[in-house]
DNA sequence: CCATGCAGTTAACAACTGTTCTCTGGAATT
DNA sequence: AATTCCAGAGAACAGTTGTTAACTGCATGG
């Protein structure tokens, strides 16, 4: 059944990451609820009727794109909140890990923190549903640290929502730190730009410390 | 000059109020972005043109709504994170806050977590410079208490930055909480509305704490 | 009391939207 | 080699949108 040994499949999947990846360049200047279907297919270069044959609707879109976005996540954030070395460095790792995250992919990023509480249902319960199973993830790492000895399983879950919390917070906060240079036009001024990225992984990492520091004394 | 004496304004300002206030309750279901400015005066009841005597533009519709979600803000929150009696009963307090303010006012809650990632950057930069004079003023406050002798003025502002956006977080989370009777139609069944109401306090309440407890070892 | 200002109306416009039905060409199946 | 399948095109539909211009009526200030 099926095995699709196809350059058929293989178009048709070309076209729809084409919808996708419009859609998701339209969505910088604009939310998701008032992303037009026509708009989306007119960016690509195919007819409005085409895009029933990938979505039902710009709604399936959002979710095909939310799933895009954080699905390939997962493993990266076991990866690092797993316990190992020094916790200043782990924090630091951290930090540059989500700033080369929201370089890379900028778009992405601010599609999640857009439409986490944007204006279409379907999306915002896809995002809340991969946001959980993070904060699951998470507290099964943090319960194998030996400093989450004795916690209480509400804790962990606690603990685990905020550094996903965080982990948004952050990824927005050097979003705008990239959308900077976009204000300064005069000469391409990217010391400014820089600058906020440093201020940005100041701030963060300085909250993070402090989480961190709670998270020790948590059992006093 | 112009001491208003009129009927003629305070007509002007009740429409002006009825669009706000359709507006919002438009923006439940969509984003700003893709709020229509017929949709708004057909929902008050006059004609679309009547609109533009009020606002040049749906963004800066969005904008006045900010300021009234917001401005009237501020002597509430410097008044609850001024230092004074217990931590934990001060913790409370503000939980019991937030609640009760999500329950007052769920629109304007919404609008602002929407809208601040939102698609429409006149009501994103207007959000955020509410959010900073938060920021600014929360600051102040945690100089004055005596925990905070010795910090520096970065980590001040970290640490009122931190409170900000755990206040948002907090907001949506009891927001969500709200939605839950939307779900279950069968019977009023406010059991299951009630334990998502406790269950989101019990969480904002852990993650404050532990925010309190970082606080106190950060000179350490 | 009369002239002005101005909140709100009416009508019309070109442009755009989502969705339907019918059709086509080429890959996939037999 | 003949047939089926199906991604995409094309045309047409009924509604909707923002914005313009010229208007009406009433509270205001002289």
Known sequence: MSHTPGVRQAQKQKTRQALMDAALG??????????????????VGVAPTAF?????????LGVALVEEALGSLHPMIRTTVSPAEDSDERIARAVELIAGHVAAHPAHVRFIARERHGGVQPVRDAIREQLARFAQEVKTELAKDPVSAGWSDADLLMLAGLYVDQMLVTGSLFLEALEVQDDQEAQDDHGAQKEARRRAADTATRQMRLISIGRRHWLD
């Not at 029933?52 to 709604?59: G, K």
């Open 26 to 43: 339209l969505l910088e200047e604009q939310s998701l609820s008032s992303l037009g279907l026509r708009e989306v297919t007119r960016a």
């Open 52 to 60: 029933y044959r990938h979505f039902p609707s710009v709604a399936d």
